[in-house]
């Protein structure tokens, strides 16, 4: 978004000196590096809320709870309504939670949120860490969000860890999946030791030590992948496809196995590689149909993809291709049946399941695979023609990161320009939602550090650095985390997160 999301800063006190990235008006840095390490997070899409349903009363003022009626914890909250009279509400709350009312359905919710205090001591503490031991055992202290800790210091030492409270769920004395609504009137799947708005004891809670972690491993990477294949206890089912985290164990495997260091140039090469692991799945079945089929008047399409290297450049008309042929055939696919159930494209499966769906899956009931990829081909062919795009960038523009009053003041607004990456390549960008790197950072522990920032640090349209970072940013470029101050500007650069 304009202004940018992240706020650099350094953070110089008696005890400590910090770099990194915030919020804000928050006075402690949240991913960063001190003298003796670094760290940074991405999400882990754990499941940290649950709904429960509930037996009403016929007044609908009473809920069962195992063997009584109880009622309803309540508090009335007066709404501000801009232009006329305020409203008040009533917010009704069970033993589990806040209740929601949504399509006919009445749940309780709890999240751990509710009951969250300590992350922000954990945080304030890792800018204050002297090494991983440090780390680690402030670590313990997070409860919400949970996201992937990464870590490393300068003794050469890293890590991994999950943080946050995981729940654990049961049903008559097992363990199950939090991925369903429970029946809150029986007493299923609650959380030990939840006090939903108090102070919990979070005892039924997955144990620190039995999180998913790793100290010390010879490489690392996360890009909001799955967490583990077998976990010991249910994480959740929300994780990014794998594309992006494949790729970079693939550079840093070839990197290893090479003999070459991955310093610190390597690593900012790796931030801004923008191959699409997608296409390789795709293209080449996608070509073998085209040449197998009898349609006309797509050799100009087939032939941009042939001879592309999979990687999405603002300059390439393969990418282009390939970019929106997917989306069509992920229509094609799916919405006829979606349609049919009510259910609209966000609903429709993920890129993953698009990309692997076998050829003798029902949803190629009417037709055949082949047939579908080349009818979506199609409609790619004819879509490019009539918007006129000729390359990637055409389409793939930076248009979607807006400020929160551009509709009144659009020339708050950063220029539009082409972009490179897509969402699953390393350098993350989509240009349908705005969602990418918002915060990109490379520090040798204890050493030299860069960053970047998608636009610049100050929120102020008439500062010169209102937009500073934004071309170097998405060029693939970082300036220097320097921690001098000189003619009355700060020597500093700017950082990254998946977010």
């Known amino acids: ?74 508090e009335d909250r007066e709404l501000a309504v801009a232009g006329g009279e305020n409203r008040t509400i009533t917010v009704r709350k069970t033993v589990h939670g806040p209740v929601l009312e949504r399509e006919g359905q009445t749940v309780g919710v709890a999240w751990t949120g509710h009951t969250a205090t300590r992350t922000t001591e954990a945080i304030y503490e890792f800018g204050r860490s002297d090494g991983l031991d440090d780390v680690l055992e402030s670590t313990r202290k997070f409860d919400l969000p949970t996201q992937n800790l990464v870590y490393a210091d300068a003794e050469g030492r890293t890590m991994y860890y999950a943080t946050g409270k995981l729940p654990i769920r049961e049903v008559d004395g097992e363990a199950v999946a939090g991925n369903r609504i429970f029946d809150g009137s029986a007493g299923e799947g609650e959380w030990e030791g939840f006090s939903p708005f108090g102070e919990s004891s979070w005892e039924g809670f997955v144990p620190f030590e039995e999180k998913p972690h790793v100290i010390d491993p010879d490489v690392l990477a996360t890009a909001n992948q799955r967490v583990t294949d077998d976990p010991a206890h249910y994480v959740g089912t929300a994780y990014a496809t794998p594309y992006r985290g494949q790729r970079i164990y693939e550079r840093l495997d070839e990197r290893v196995d090479s003999g070459e260091p991955t310093d610190l140039d390597f690593h900012r090469t790796l931030q801004d590689d923008v191959y699409d692991g997608r296409a390789a799945q795709l293209v080449p079945d996608l070509v073998d149909a085209v040449r197998a089929s009898e349609t006309t008047g797509l050799a100009d399409t087939r032939e941009a993809l042939e001879s592309w290297d999979y990687r999405m450049d603002r300059d390439s008309r393969g990418a282009l291709v390939f970019a929106r042929w997917f989306e069509h055939y992920r229509r094609e696919l799916f919405e006829p049946a979606f349609d049919d159930a009510g259910l609209d494209e966000s609903y429709y499966p993920n890129d993953w399941v698009v990309a692997t769906l076998p050829a003798d899956s029902h949803f190629f009931a009417e037709r055949s695979r082949a047939e579908t990829m080349v009818a979506a081909l199609e409609t790619t062919r004819d879509e490019l023609d009539e918007e006129g795009w000729d390359t990637y960038g055409d389409w793939n523009s930076t248009r979607a990161i807006e400020h929160p009053f551009s509709v009144e003041a659009p020339f708050l607004d950063y220029e539009t320009e082409p972009a490179d990456g897509s969402r699953a390549t390393v350098k993350n960008y989509r240009v349908d939602s705005a969602v990418g790197s918002s915060w990109r950072m490379v520090v040798e522990p204890g050493g030299d550090a860069t960053a970047i920032l998608p636009g610049g640090n100050s929120g102020d349209y008439f500062s010169e650095h209102y937009d500073d970072q934004f071309d170097r940013w998405r060029n693939g470029e970082q300036k220097a985390m320097g921690r001098t101050v000189g003619d009355g500007e700060a020597d500093v650069s700017f950082v990254e997160d998946d977010s």
């Open 1 to 74: 978004m304009t202004p940018p999301l992240w706020y650099e800063q350094h953070v110089e006190t008696p005890e400590a000196s910090v770099r990194g990235a915030t919020f804000p008006g928050v006075p402690f840095v949240i991913a960063g590096a001190n003298d003796s390490g670094v760290w940074s997070f991405t999400n882990v899409g754990a499941d940290v809320l649950d709904c429960y349903e509930y037996e009403f009363d016929e007044a609908g003022e009473r809920y069962r709870y195992e063997d009584e009626w109880r009622e309803f914890e309540t």
